[in-house]
């Protein structure tokens, strides 16, 4: 009984049909996949009454560690697809999952991830209906690169979008900033650091679709790679507006803010797998709130800020000075200086 | 958090502001004619910017943002040096996320990363070490990079890889020390400093003494000073106060860290395993009399730089840049040519861009609003 | 230059007498304590001690910081005329 992944895995004969019979059609099993075809066939009409746009998203993930604590890349994969279709207002349906292997990696660990993304798909009410393997040779790639597709209908009524943002808008974050990043950082460069620290990766869709229903979301966006900042300076160029946030209102992990004052670091850079911000009108501010904290993965919601003219981004610190959030050129480094 | 956000409360910020205000207007200084205090280390620059601490005192008070961090007044040289030593085959290069991004001649740490080179973020230099332990094929080299407050932990790690007798273990080394430079400062023509916040946790190692030059021989303040804004506002108060009394001393505000006598067991470490010889170039600052810091005869066989023969580069900055004119208070970032132009903090052509504690990038990261 | 922060010596090795576990917020970090460590001044579990590189530079003085957090206090009190200097939300 082999053990690790070979290029035979790849090939398509045998070995190929064996490991996709074996991983993916148990992990996955469901009634697309198991009609064996080069497609999913998905009826049109299913799309149709649960709205009147497809949205459509890919994002591939190459993490490194491929578990890490509160997640793996499997989880990841699915998480992060499922979290673009559903910023946009989307209801997510179907995945589409792209495999490309190291060989050599042992197949309990692709065992163990297929099955998190099983479990995350779930959880996340998609379907995984269809998919595809490589092998490259050792060295080729890191372990294991994962890519997802994904669609989701979008419900007639919600227009969400960046360019109905307005001046005066609130900006709200639904949970605390720079898990994920924080996590990750102190695995990956091995800085040894000891605590609670745990990726908030999480699929979103149950917190958002309770959005669905409140008049006055302008905009939403995942706050992934380059974290709260990068978002907000999406936003600004998106909407034509400035982004004013204050920072005594950031909501963190008391271990998060250990890290970054220990490493030199702003945990508004931080990537996170399980936060959205969201732009909303003055109006239903309240409403999005209470309708986020009812939601365990919202519970920390916060308003943070809000839509200004003057077309920057920028923090008020402590003391009501301000100034301004440049993006950074690079991923944050721990410094000691 | 404890010990620190304490030292953050915006009350005590408030009325000791309001002390400032009242104290300043028994002094001669004018928003014309300010008070110029240097915070000689990067960290203050980066608290008084976070905090808006220079927005918030009154315009008679005017912060110089001096040579107190490492990565400002590394030459450019001595990344090409760490390059060209990191690109030798089965060398594990370790170094302080700081030096990652400092631009040499061919690129930086981080690039020469992307290019496959083995290159290790630490958090502390025993990480290296362990890392030496762990991969006997492999030499081992570490950046030694710092004042004297990091001075003392590469120092242990340097003898105790000379306990373990680790042979694949050596330090390319690059630090500084704060005295020969404040000296070299002070020394220069048409300085307008009047008074100086001293570096709280460099102080911690070397005490208070060292800078008593400054008061005696220079007339001026200097108060060691903590790195919260209520430490950085108490001690500008503790500057005015001498500055009426017309009294000039080294002053402590940083009592809870530094004791007046430093870390001797800290200094003798140092003292133990380095020796100031040679006049070394540093960015921004020219070269100095005595300032180089070397490993000491006993401990040589561990200088990377012997071990791998590597040849010392000699790399000019841009002649129109005016770093050493910002660091010694001639004029603020605003005023090169460079800055914000050629100058930015992706494309540092001086030193005080490279760093995120530099006065540049300060100024570029905080104050940007002001300049549009 | 230098960041460093203060942590509190959660725990102490019992093989190596010199390396200890220091928390900050919950974060912990294996750190090396003997350069402030000595024959006559033992550091004891709870002691608050300043990280830099992994290393406990200074032993944090706990009479010295209530010291000037105190001053502040009474200064605050001697003055409430407070809030003018400050840019407050618009």
């Not at chain 2, 030096?99 to 690039?111: D, E, F, I, K, N």
């Not at chain 2, 530094?258 to 070269?287: H, P, S, Y």
């Not at chain 3, 002691?47 to 706990?62: K, P, R, T, Y």
Request: with cysteine.
């Amino acid at each position: 009984m082999i053990k690790t992944i070979s290029l035979a895995h790849g090939s398509g004969g045998l070995a190929s049909t064996e490991l996709i019979d074996q991983i993916f059609m148990r992990a996955f099993d469901n009634s697309f996949l198991q009609a064996h075809e080069d497609q999913a066939k998905i009826k049109l009409t299913e799309l149709t009454q649960l709205g009147d746009r497809m949205a459509f998203s890919t994002d591939s993930y190459v993490i490194d560690p491929i578990f890490f604590p509160g997640g793996d890349i499997g989880k990841l994969a699915v998480c992060g697809t499922v979290n673009d279709l559903a910023v946009g207002g989307a209801i997510p349906l179907y995945l589409s999952c792209g495999f490309i292997l190291e060989e050599g990696l042992p197949i309990c660990t692709l065992q163990e991830i297929a099955d998190s993304m099983a479990k995350t798909a779930k959880e996340a009410g998609v379907t995984i209906v269809t998919g595809d393997t490589k092998v490259v040779p050792n060295g080729a790639v890191d372990k294991i690169f994962i890519n997802t597709a994904g669609i989701g209908a979008i419900p007639t009524q919600i227009n969400w979008g960046m360019a109905h943002i307005k001046e005066g808008d609130k900006i709200i974050v639904s949970g605390t900033l720079g898990d994920h990043g924080a996590t990750i950082l102190n695995i990956r460069e091995k800085l040894g650091l000891i605590g609670a620290l745990s990726s908030d990766c999480a699929p979103l869709y149950s917190l958002i679709h309770h959005l669905h229903t409140i008049d006055g979301v302008r905009a939403i966006r995942d706050a992934t790679r380059g974290g709260v900042n990068a978002v907000l300076h999406e936003f600004m160029q998106g909407s034509g507006y400035g982004m004013k946030i204050i920072e005594s209102e950031l909501p963190l992990q008391s271990t998060v803010r250990g890290l970054c004052e220990l490493l030199g670091l702003d945990p508004l850079n931080f990537a996170n797998e399980g936060k959205v911000v969201i732009v909303v009108s003055p109006e239903c501010e309240l409403q999005v709130l209470q309708s986020l904290h009812r939601h365990p993965l919202g519970i920390n919601a916060k308003s943070i800020g809000e839509v200004v003219t003057k077309r920057n981004v920028t923090l008020q610190g402590l003391y009501g000075i301000e100034r301004l959030l440049d993006l950074p050129h690079n991923e944050p480094l721990p410094r000691i200086c | 958090m404890q010990f620190i956000d304490e030292f953050r409360a915006p009350n005590a910020v408030k009325s000791l502001l309001n002390q400032i205000n009242a104290l300043v207007k028994k002094t001669v200084f004018t928003k014309d004619s300010p008070l110029n205090i240097m915070e000689v280390c990067g960290g203050h620059t980066h608290a008084i910017f976070k905090f808006g601490l220079d927005q918030l005192l009154p315009p008679e008070i005017n912060f110089i943002h001096g040579p107190g961090c490492p990565v400002c007044v590394l030459p450019m040289g001595r990344i090409d040096t760490c390059i060209d030593i990191a690109k030798q085959p089965n060398v594990m290069f370790c170094t302080f996320g700081d030096a990652m991004r400092v631009p040499g001649q061919q690129g930086s740490l981080l690039t020469i990363r992307g290019e496959g080179h083995d290159i290790r973020i630490i958090y502390s230099p025993l990480d290296a070490l362990k890392l030496a332990k762990l991969n006997p094929e492999k030499q081992i080299v570490l950046f030694g990079l710092g004042f004297e407050t990091t001075m003392p932990g590469i120092a242990l790690t340097i003898l105790q890889a000379k306990q373990l007798q680790l042979s694949n273990f050596s330090l390319l080394c690059q630090h500084i020390c704060i005295i020969p430079t404040l000296k070299a400062l002070l020394a220069l023509p048409d300085i307008k400093i009047d008074a100086f916040l001293g570096p709280g946790h460099l102080s911690m190692i070397i005490g208070i003494k060292p800078y008593e030059f400054i008061s005696q021989d220079y007339a001026k303040p200097v108060v060691i000073s903590g790195f919260e804004p209520v430490d950085i506002l108490q001690s500008v108060i503790m500057i005015l106060m001498q500055l009426i009394k017309q009294q000039y001393l080294v002053e402590n505000q940083y009592r809870r860290i530094v004791a007046d006598k430093g870390n001797t067991a800290a200094q003798a470490v140092i003292n133990q395993v380095f020796t100031l010889q040679g006049n070394d170039e540093w960015r921004g600052l020219g070269k100095i009399l005595d300032s180089g810091v070397r490993l000491n005869e006993k401990y040589r066989e561990y200088d990377a730089e012997l071990r791998f023969n590597t040849k010392r580069h000699c790399q000019q900055d841009d002649p129109n840049a005016r770093c050493g004119d910002v660091l010694t208070g001639r004029c603020k970032p605003i005023n090169c040519p460079l800055f914000g132009q050629t100058c930015t903090p992706t494309s540092a052509y001086g030193a005080l861009m490279v760093s995120s504690e530099g006065a540049c990038a300060a100024y570029y990261q905080y104050r940007q609003s002001d300049l549009i | 230059m230098c960041i460093g922060i203060p942590c509190q010596i959660v725990s102490i090795d019992k093989n190596l007498p010199h390396i200890a576990i220091a928390e900050v917020n919950g974060i912990g970090r294996e750190i090396d304590i003997s350069l402030v460590t000595s024959n006559n001044k033992p550091i004891t579990i709870g002691q608050w001690v300043l990280v830099h590189v992994g290393f406990a530079m200074s032993m944090l003085d706990e009479d010295e910081a209530k010291q000037t957090l105190s001053f502040l206090n009474a200064m605050q009190e001697e003055e409430p005329d407070v809030g003018v200097l400050f840019i407050g939300k618009e």
